[in-house]
């Protein structure tokens, strides 16, 4: 068995032969056989977490809306409607008419152009959207499976992509957001560096950055991965004076210039367009304000708590909103301390994931007008579906089946619930 931390090389992933046979599997087939079987791993998950989506979507919108026993009927085009709400409406009006004001920048290019592509086919924007967010989800539980199964065993990468179908904000994997593909692109860099193969990584990484920013971030990652693993090989190709060998292993480095390329390509396009070629960075005043210490973020939604009535959207939404942030800060300890922690030459992607939370602590939400309560964290529930190396610890607790039910019995009512908050066009993030 594959102990913690263990990683495996490119054309190791061989099936195992009887004692004595020679295995006659061609390479091709022994590097795709261990991902045809992740993919089968996860595809009941997958399926059986659309069909939850579609079950609420249709209940929800025909008995939240429609009138006690009327005979008024809704449309198919009333279904895409009801997940068409907020960032929806902005990555599809970048997708149809462009970046038309500098407003519009803060939303990354490659899921809107993907969606325009998309749409091509489908007709619309909005399906292209969806059609998208769920196939890049697809991509994303055979990614994180084969991730957690190389450096954990095959029952944890079972329940980390169990766990993560089904966490409460979930949903945003079904709606057309860029938040699947983001992760897709990003469990794809994160694996390939862990594997060695830095051009492929820097490649998923830029395409990464072009989706969301925070991806800057696993600039830090291939770095850590590049001398954790390339330094003992060009150390001693220098000492045996094999200069040549050295140099080549070094010129992998320049790889990781593909990650923070991503954003560059999109800051020359901003330039091109509005003459601001940090614009992206710019209108984040419209949302966020900071930088601030990362604990005022928390402090000012305390404080909010404790100002306002229990019974206001405020103080329900700052209390979610604190609680996925200590949920999330906790796991993430415990990722370093106690019987489940990680390796330590597993703890470039535990940086990655106190970075992407600490992050939006920087830059809080911007006060609301008056007589509006301060949403100070403001997509926090979101922001934590990237954090991968959570799930994969709540997978590891798991093999405690009180915690595996425990979680189950929390994590399936509440997808249901935010599920039929956001198909009613209230606010969920």
């Known amino acids: ?19 004595g046979e020679e295995t006659t ?16 791993a996860v595809l009941p998950i997958f399926l059986i977490t659309r069909i939850i989506f579609i079950l609420l979507t249709y209940f929800g919108m025909v008995l939240f809306t429609v009138p006690n026993y009327s005979i008024h009927a809704l449309s198919s085009i009333d279904f895409l409607k009801s ?8 990555y599809a009006t970048i997708a149809a008419q462009g970046y038309v004001t500098p407003t519009y920048s803060a939303f990354f290019p490659l899921f809107p152009l993907l969606e325009h592509v998309v749409s091509l086919v489908t007709g619309g924007v909005v399906v292209a959207g969806m059609l998208i967010s769920n196939i890049a989800f697809l991509g994303t539980l055979i990614v994180l499976y084969r991730f957690v199964e ?12 169990l766990y993560l179908a089904i966490f409460p904000t979930a949903l945003f994997f079904f709606a057309a957001y860029n938040e699947s593909l983001f992760l897709f692109l990003m469990l794809l860099s994160v694996y390939t560096m862990r594997r060695g193969l830095w051009w492929v990584a820097g490649l998923f990484g830029g395409l990464a950055t072009l989706t969301r920013s925070i991806a800057l971030l696993l600039l830090v990652v291939f770095l850590y991965e590049f001398v954790r693993q390339e330094w003992p090989r060009l150390r001693l190709a220098w000492h045996e004076q094999r200069h ?16 923070p390329l991503g954003l560059g390509i999109y800051a020359y396009y901003l330039g091109r367009r509005f003459n601001d070629p940090l614009a992206f960075s710019h209108v984040e005043r419209y949302w966020r304000v900071g930088p601030f210490p990362p604990w005022h973020g928390p402090y000012l939604a305390t404080r909010s708590i404790l100002a306002f009535s229990p019974y206001t959207f405020s103080t329900t939404h700052n209390l979610i909103d604190l609680t996925m942030l200590a949920l999330f800060f906790a796991l993430l300890m415990l990722c370093f301390v106690g019987p489940e922690r990680f390796a330590v030459n597993q703890w470039s992607i535990l940086a990655f994931g106190l970075m992407a939370l600490m992050y939006p602590l920087f830059f809080p939400g911007i006060p609301g007008g008056v007589g509006l309560a ?3 964290l403001p997509s926090m529930q979101r922001f934590v579906l990237e954090i ?6 709540l997978a590891r607790l798991g093999r405690r089946s009180w915690f595996h ?8 009512p509440l997808l249901a619930f935010f599920v039929l908050q956001f198909i009613t066009g209230h606010w969920t993030v």
Not at 83 to 90: E, F, K, Q, T
Request: hydrophobic residues 45%; aromatic residues 14%; negative net charge.
């Open 374 to 376: 301060y949403d100070v």
């Open 25 to 40: 599997q061609p390479r091709w087939q022994s590097m795709i056989w261990p991902w045809w079987n992740a993919t089968l």
């Open 405 to 412: 039910q425990i979680y189950l019995l929390l994590a399936l």
């Open 388 to 393: 991968f190396p959570c799930f994969i610890l």
């Open 83 to 90: 997940w068409s709400h907020w960032d929806v409406h902005r």
């Open 150 to 161: 190389t450096e954990f065993d095959s029952d944890t990468a079972s329940r980390t992509t």
């Open 1 to 19: 068995m594959q102990t913690r931390g263990d990683v495996e090389k490119p054309g190791q992933e061989t099936p195992t032969a009887l004692v």
């Open 244 to 259: 040549w060998q050295a140099l080549k292993l070094l010129s992998n480095l320049l790889a990781s210039l593909l990650i």
